[in-house]
């Protein structure tokens, strides 16, 4: 718990992904959160979470923007560096302002994981 709580205490994680997210104006203005979700798509941890997004299909874009961050690309590996990523996949609940409000651990997330931190 202590380190959810120290997650978001770190105003200089905060401050550039928010001018990342802002670009990515469509999630911003439709009131939805954005999931952000940091891989590598050629590692097969990352292409397992990919696909169990995929299957959630309609039940996660309903609820939150899916943005994918591929650390295979300079600006995906800013982003990473940014946001204080050092283990793929990971999966980062963000408002529309860019604030972090969870982060899931590093690793494969199943939906009903997933499901839970968007209710």
Known sequence: ASAEKAA???PAAATAPEK???SEKPAATDGKETLLFFLNPNGRPCQMQDSIL???GPTLTDKVNLRYVPITQ????????????????????VDGSG???????P?????ATILAALN
């Open 107 to 111: 690793g494969i997330q199943d939906s």
């Open 8 to 10: 978001p205490a770190k």
């Open 20 to 22: 990342a997210a802002s």
């Open 54 to 56: 995929k299957q959630m």
């Open 99 to 105: 604030k972090e409000l969870h982060r899931f651990p």
């Open 74 to 93: 300079p600006e995906g590996r800013d982003e990473a560096r940014q946001w204080g990523i050092r283990a793929l996949p990971t999966l980062i609940l």
